[in-house]
Nanobody
């Protein structure tokens, strides 16, 4: 079993920055990828970013590319999403997710575990 706890969400003005973190605990000795997804009210959950086990591969949704950076700290079992130049359309609940394996995965259905989510609100 794995537990994922997100932190760092909040209210920010457009153009501002937020740093989301996700801490994993439990069965974290098996190689795993981490991903971030988001869900806005009335919309489906969508992919934001993912990073593989070795941090050698990262992927970003086109909507956030150039504004978001994903990174991980293997020693602390954490993954961070640095978000800059935030826009009102970035407003959503952000979820981190874990998928066992050595690749990087963009589809939500591939992920084994999910956090509870953290709210990000960007005001115009």
């Amino acid at each position: 079993q794995v537990q994922l706890v997100e932190s760092g969400g909040g209210l920010v003005q457009a153009g501002g920055s937020l740093r989301l973190s996700c801490a994993a605990s439990g069965r974290t000795f098996t190689p795993y990828a981490m991903g971030w997804f988001r869900q806005a009210p009335g919309k489906e959950r969508e992919f934001v970013s993912t990073i593989n086990w070795s941090a050698s591969s990262t992927y970003y949704a086109d909507s956030v590319k150039g504004r978001v950076t994903i990174s991980r700290d293997m020693a602390k079992n954490t993954v961070t999403l640095q978000m800059n130049s935030l826009k009102p359309e970035d407003t959503a609940v952000y979820y981190c997710a874990l998928k066992y394996g050595t690749g990087a995965y963009v589809l939500a259905q591939h992920y084994n575990y999910w956090g509870q989510g953290t709210q990000v609100t960007v005001s115009s």
